[in-house]
């Protein structure tokens, strides 16, 4: 049995969701019906389909229904970014790096560039890591900047 049913008078999508345990005339055990009885009602097994996509170049708009005979199909509608919305994107991205990389300049790595302390982690100097950082960030920058 589907997750989910739709309910369906004239064509027309009433009700999506889990079936009720009572319907109607059917008091208790309506969620037990096969799907032919249930389709007697009105309703109809809700099938989802999520089609992959580049998240990059594309986003999830929403969902194309299709009601069929024997099912109540729904399909993601998968929707290519504009050449203006790719340009965004990639400017939110950088400005989502740039306060990325801005949280790991800490008050612990300033103190460690104060005093020249070697991180026995990466085996950099402070200073040496508050330049790669700052590096990164003058990388978003130039993105940003086109």
């Not at 194309?64 to 290519?80: G, L, R």
């Not at 612990?108 to 100097?125: F, P």
Request: net charge negative; proline share 4%; aromatic share 6%.
């Amino acid at each position: 049995m589907a997750e989910n049913y739709c309910y369906i008078v004239d064509q027309e999508l009433v009700y999506a969701q889990p079936l009720p345990k009572n319907w109607a005339n059917v008091s208790g055990g309506f969620d037990k019906l096969s799907d032919a009885e249930l389709k007697t009602h009105g309703w109809l097994p809700m099938v989802e389909v999520h089609p992959g996509y580049n998240e990059v170049t594309h986003r999830r708009g929403p969902a194309i229904m299709d009601i069929q005979a024997d099912q109540v199909v729904f399909t993601d509608n998968i929707i290519a970014y504009t050449a203006e919305e790719l340009a965004q994107n990639i400017v939110n991205d950088s400005y989502t790096a740039i306060r990325n990389l801005e949280e790991g300049i800490t008050p612990r790595l300033m103190r460690d560039a104060l005093l020249g302390i070697t991180d026995g982690r990466n085996g950099r100097t402070g200073v040496q890591e508050l330049q790669r950082l700052e590096d990164l960030i003058e990388e978003q920058r130039v993105i940003i900047r086109g």
